[in-house]
């Protein structure tokens, strides 16, 4: 059984869903994929102890403060190598970035790989399932292009700001799929 309840953010509306023990999704309002990876109906229910934990996790995320990803019991649910590309976001530090091509070279040398492809990369990075806390907002282009974020580019830049990230070399791109 799933549960869902809502967290009211500085970046707009959030869901949060649960398997009653393990936090299993994060998503903004509207964001693309939004719940995508929970196969049954979520049931409605605030007074859940993960979202308390995550509750509290936000609230010192949106104050910036620097809380652990380690806090708070994840189980996103994807394939094995979606889960491979998350688990390399989580070492992302707060207030840094890394390449799609940073990831793919990270993957491939798991794997026993000579090359893994950016765009596999990409997908796993766009469908993650616990937005901000599974932090893919900090993933951007090895030009500097912010290209997509599944809850939308201005909540990306709000996100990357707001962890104190240099911005200078950054850049929205103003045509292309990732819009």
Sequence with gaps: MYYRTTYPSPVGLITLACDGDDLIGVWNEGQKYHGASISAEMIEKDDMPVFDAATEWLNRYFAGKKPAISELPLAPIGSEFRK????????????????????????????????????????????????????????????????????????????????????????????????
């Design 84 to 179: 491979s590309v998350w688990n390399i976001l989580c070492e992302i530090p707060y207030g840094g970035t890394i390449t799609y091509g940073d990831i793919a070279k990270k993957i491939a040398a798991e794997m026993n790989k000579e090359t893994m492809s950016s765009q596999a990369v990409g997908g796993a990075v766009g469908h993650n399932p616990i937005s901000i806390i599974i932090p893919c907002h900090r993933v951007v282009g090895a030009n500097g292009s912010l290209t997509g974020y599944a809850g939308g580019l201005k909540t990306k830049v709000k996100l990357l700001e707001l962890e104190g990230v240099d911005m200078s070399r950054l850049f929205a791109p103003t045509k292309g799929t990732a819009l």
